[in-house]
T-cell receptor, first 111, second 113 residues
Framework: GQQVMQIPQYQHVQEGEDFTTYCNSSTTLSNIQWYKQRPGGHPVFLIQLVKSGEVKKQKRLTFQFGEAKKNSSLHITATQTTDVGTYFCAVNSNTGNQFYFGTGTSLTVIP | NAGVTQTPKFQVLKTGQSMTLQCAQDMNHEYMSWYRQDPGMGLRLIHYSVGAGITDQGEVPNGYNVSRSTTEDFPLRLLSAAPSQTSVYFC????????????FGNGTRLTVT
């Protein structure tokens, strides 16, 4: 199946610091989605990137899709305690019927 | 709208027992899927369905069965539970078009002793 590597696995930051998580694939992706899972909760869709080099912003969150469509990043500016959780990237199989998730990055924000 | 509803929220089984995890959605989504989540492993696809009457295997289907007799329901069956199936199980649905986001249920935490 589609393989997507996500790093880092864990990240601890002081409140106010920035945070970035990366997803990398060895093959060209048709799209990439990002999800957030709060502790004890379920994954919630954040955004989808489809175009090469695409950049989308949601308040303090910036999502990028690489020019070659093989990597993506999620950057949070000035983290807050509400940002705590695990961030996952997800990619579609070639048929579009299967979603493959990265292993996730667990973010801890220290007040 | 309730969205995606999973029952039960918690379950403890003994090795060899069988059970069914229920999943229902009220959004008229064609696509439904089951994932298991284990520490450090992310979410792994067990089975999925692109519409009523159609099911297919995902990454880790062994030990699990599914059926899709209606658009709304997608139950996951464990025929003979094993300790390796201890996990958190999530059901997710989407409208079915390529690139559609997944909507997740609240999950079922299963422990097999």
């Amino acid at each position: 199946g589609q393989q997507v590597m996500q790093i880092p696995q864990y990240q601890h930051v002081q409140e106010g610091e920035d945070f970035t998580t990366y997803c990398n694939s060895s093959t060209t992706l048709s799209n990439i989605q990002w999800y957030k899972q709060r502790p004890g909760g379920h994954p919630v869709f954040l955004i989808q990137l489809v175009k090469s080099g695409e950049v989308k912003k949601q308040k303090r969150l910036t999502f990028q899709f690489g020019e070659a469509k093989k990597n993506s990043s999620l950057h949070i500016t000035a983290t807050q305690t509400t940002d705590v959780g695990t961030y996952f990237c997800a990619v579609n199989s070639n048929t579009g019927n299967q979603f493959y998730f990265g292993t996730g990055t667990s973010l801890t924000v220290i007040p | 709208n309730a969205g995606v509803t999973q029952t039960p929220k918690f379950q403890v089984l003994k090795t060899g027992q069988s059970m069914t995890l229920q999943c229902a959605q009220d959004m008229n989504h064609e696509y439904m899927s089951w994932y298991r989540q284990d520490p450090g492993m992310g979410l792994r696809l067990i089975h999925y369905s692109v519409g009523a009457g159609i099911t297919d295997q995902g990454e880790v289907p062994n030990g699990y069965n599914v059926s899709r007799s209606t658009t709304e329901d997608f139950p996951l069956r464990l025929l003979s539970a094993a300790p390796s199936q201890t996990s958190v199980y999530f059901c997710a649905s989407s409208p079915g078009q390529f690139h559609s986001p997944l909507h997740f249920g609240n999950g079922t935490r299963l422990t097999v002793t």
